[in-house]
DNA sequence: ATTTTTATTCCGCTATAACGGAACATATGC
DNA sequence: GCATATGTTCCGTTATAGCGGAATAAAAAT
């Protein structure tokens, strides 16, 4: 066989898509028979194909005769698309202006599965060493957003979540579980938290929640700031986060 | 082989749109292996899957460890699903309009393939033998709204996509193309068209256009009334239509 | 640095999905 | 009405997609 390799047969899934990206062109229900010619397809494939589509929610059928148009399931699979990056945009801009106004390192960041993460960052003016890079995972309980993120779940749930190694510190201490709990729960109540870095001397974090549509803390706005900085600032930076986030919260 | 038919593979079509299912509840991009854990689904073809779908666009990677989230595409295809069924939902109350204020039957129309179709009718208060049903496929020149579909090609456009017989009438006359054609200029500029029905011997069709984003002619409303109605009310029928078409349009 | 774990790529086997074509159903023309 | 064309379903064949498992690479732990 050479470079130039020679298909006899075509995926399902890319014909699959070619059927969507159709009906998108010719923005109308049209009968499988219809589609098939279109596409240059095998009929007995398409009507195949048509069927698990159908199934999937991918398409829906619009009229006696058969006709398929899209579904609503592509529907809300491009909500999340949008809600996704429109979340990331416009926490990206509000990044650029904390960072602004208080020259700090500001971070928004999320849970990864049972880890927390940084997906977005703007540096400071004075960047140091943060302990965490974008995209990095850390055990939750080492972080400020650690409180935060898990405001919605019961005490069993928490301890379900955390492997129990992540409650060690990295100088190798052991944290408390039930004063972790009591954190949780007072993060949650005030929409903030704070303290003095776990994985570092020298930086103090602070972090608002970001809420979504149905009130649960899906992300944060954080400032990661040399502690002398923090102390000075405290209820400007504070004040700061929690209206971003407000601004970034979905809720009604 | 049982009724509870044991399957050893899954479908790449189904694994797929597990994937995108579960982006969608995860809200967050997932690495592959993230993502194969979280289906229980063979990490190779999780990858090989992942791999597809990012060449079609329904996925997107979102960092430097090959994580992936929802693509563009996905987001497309969501506006068409809306746009569709918008414009579905808002004809359908325009039609109940027209025919509430008119008394007169009228429809919604769209081209499909290299034809007509009546996609949405509203009957009005004498229901009459209408020539075409719902659905129906009709030869686009014996049609109003065949006037005003076809506005924005070019006369071999037109040509090359009716087919020879669509311009031989049900009576067995033979149209003339090219006056055929200097009715479709004059449609277009005017906005309007409406002739005696060519199907029937009592009726009267107006038509009126609907214009999508890019300013073509996508659709049009139509009015078909009984002849002595027509020319009472000619300067009425046409204004109600032209103004609910004018409403149903995406141009700016 | 070295080991251990986890993630990714590679590759060969085989269950089966895609296909062609026949059979059947429905619409269209005569 | 019958004939012709077109749309849909059914079914057997076979190219190959999905899979398991090995090999390799990258991270994490020690």
């Given at each position: ?64 005769h ?8 592509v529907?809300f ?9 429109d ?28 880890k ?9 003016s ?6 965490a ?12 957003s650690?409180?935060?993120l ?8 928490i ?22 709990i ?14 003095d ?5 020298f930086?103090?974090?602070f ?14 706005l954080c400032?990661?700031?040399?502690k002398d ?8 930076y ?15």
């Amino acid at each position: 066989m050479t470079e130039q390799q020679i298909r006899k047969r075509a995926r399902g899934i890319d014909r699959a898509f070619d059927i969507l990206d159709h009906l998108r062109d010719v923005k109308t229900s049209q009968r499988p028979a219809e589609i098939a010619q279109a596409l240059g397809a095998p009929t007995s494939t398409v009507y195949d194909l048509i069927g698990t589509l159908v199934d999937h929610g991918m398409l829906e059928v619009t009229d006696a005769h058969g006709s398929v148009f899209l579904g609503r399931r592509v529907y809300f699979l491009g909500l999340a698309y949008r809600d996704y990056f429109d979340l990331t945009r416009q926490a990206a801009g509000m990044l650029d202006e904390i960072t602004a106004s208080t020259k700090e390192t500001s971070q928004f960041c999320m849970l990864d599965g049972n880890k927390y993460t940084v997906a977005l960052q703007r540096e400071g003016s004075r960047p140091f060493r943060i302990s965490a890079d974008v995209g990095e995972r850390t055990a939750i309980p080492w972080t400020a957003s650690g409180r935060l993120l898990l405001g919605h779940l019961s005490d069993q749930e928490i301890r379900d979540l955390i492997p129990a190694e992540d409650f060690i510190l990295p100088d190798g201490r052991q944290m408390d579980f039930d004063a972790y709990i009591a954190e949780i729960r007072r993060a949650h109540d005030e929409r903030f938290f704070s303290f003095d870095s776990i994985v570092d001397t020298f930086t103090h974090c602070f972090a608002a929640p970001v809420y979504d549509q149905s009130g649960i803390c899906s992300a944060t706005l954080c400032i990661v700031a040399p502690k002398d900085d923090a102390r000075k600032n405290y209820d400007l930076y504070k004040n700061v986060l929690q209206s971003a986030g407000d601004k970034l919260s979905k809720t009604a």
